[in-house]
């Protein structure tokens, strides 16, 4: 499986952003499928959460301002990020887990201004 993330770029404070992670390969294989992101010089957090059958958690620092979702049809991933904070800058990673395996894409920037 390899996965791609796209969607980020420069926003101001409010705005907001949809990313989107596309799969290759087995995409039917996921448990869950996880956005992630990494502020400079911080851990990579977990933000949002979507498994196999559909339901979905968040980050308590996100809940309400963020969504996930999925196209199952066109093995994609989005989160809507809306309401941004300047604390949601970093680079977000879309995550596959299978009952064997972790896959990561690589990372899309997301800056949000003040």
């Known amino acids: 499986v390899q996965l791609q993330a796209s969607g980020g770029g420069l926003v101001q404070a409010g705005g907001s952003l949809r990313l989107s992670c596309v799969a290759s390969g087995n995409f039917f294989s996921a448990r869950a499928i996880n956005w992630y992101r990494q502020a400079s010089g911080e851990q990579r957090e977990l933000v949002a959460v979507?498994?196999?059958?559909?339901?979905?958690n968040y980050a308590a620092s996100v809940k309400g301002r963020f969504t996930i979702s999925s196209d199952y049809a066109k093995k994609t991933v989005y989160l809507q990020m809306n309401s941004l904070k300047p604390e949601d800058t970093g680079v977000y990673f879309c995550?596959?887990?299978?009952?064997?395996?972790?896959?990561w894409g690589r990372g899309t920037l997301v800056t949000v201004s003040s």
């Open positions: 995550n596959l887990r299978t009952a064997i395996k972790d896959y």
């Open positions: 979507i498994g196999s059958g559909g339901s979905t």
